[in-house]
């Protein structure tokens, strides 16, 4: 398999760093607490997909839910960032679905066990392309809306993020060295729901900024 390129920046994917329950409403419609910490998860490169996709239900789920989520390219190396200065390692911002097979992820939390294989089916994180950062954009208001079938599902705002942005990358950079290439799945708004065979979804930032479409398949 090729690796997977961003769209946009033309820099191959490295790593995909995903945060949940990073908005209180999401994660109190699914009975969750809300996390003090940020909850970080990766899935697998193969989960790469891009606007345009269609989405192969896996046999093993009879429950795939969408998450749609404002998600960030990394294009400079960095450990450590402090909140300052996370602008400068921020390429570029798009959107992207999560795709979550919630019947195998409620399994693994009532036993304790990761939501790897939950989270990282072929084509499960399809990415829109990617807007690059300007000195002045706030990444405090950003606008995300998923639609199922032509119906507003799920709609949100950064502002609304328990951990913002700034705040994410700069947890991640204490853990991890961040590289061009990273990218960072930030969490999705309530509105989760089950997707079905033949469902059309699509994801807006900013109203259109940025546009994902993927099929279900």
């Not at 960032?81 to 992820?105: E, L, M, Y």
């Amino acid at each position: 398999m090729e690796t997977p390129i961003i769209p946009g920046l033309d820099i191959p994917v490295r790593n995909v760093y995903c945060i949940g329950r990073n908005y209180a409403s999401h994660a109190k419609e699914l009975g969750n607490k809300v996390p003090k910490i940020p909850l970080v998860f990766l899935k697998p490169l193969g989960t790469i997909c891009y606007d345009g996709s269609s989405i192969q239900l896996p046999k093993q789920s009879s429950d795939v839910h969408f998450e749609a989520e404002i998600v960030l390219a990394i294009t400079k190396n960095g450990k450590d960032i402090s909140p300052a200065r996370v602008n400068d390692h921020i390429g570029g911002v798009g959107v992207g679905i999560d795709f979550t097979a919630r019947d195998i992820q409620s399994i693994s939390k009532k036993q304790g066990q990761p939501w790897t294989i939950a989270k990282g089916f072929d084509n499960f994180a399809p990415i829109s392309s990617f807007t690059e950062l300007t000195p002045e954009q706030d990444l405090s208001e950003l606008d995300i809306k998923l639609f199922q079938n032509g119906f507003v599902k799920q709609h949100g705002n950064s502002s609304e993020m328990i951990f913002p942005i700034p705040n994410l990358v700069t947890f991640l950079s204490q853990l991890f060295t961040l590289h061009p290439g990273d990218l960072i799945f930030t969490g999705t708004p309530e509105g989760v729901g089950k997707v079905s065979s033949g469902d059309q979804l699509e994801v807006l930032l900013n109203n259109g900024e940025q546009s994902l479409k993927v099929t279900v398949e």
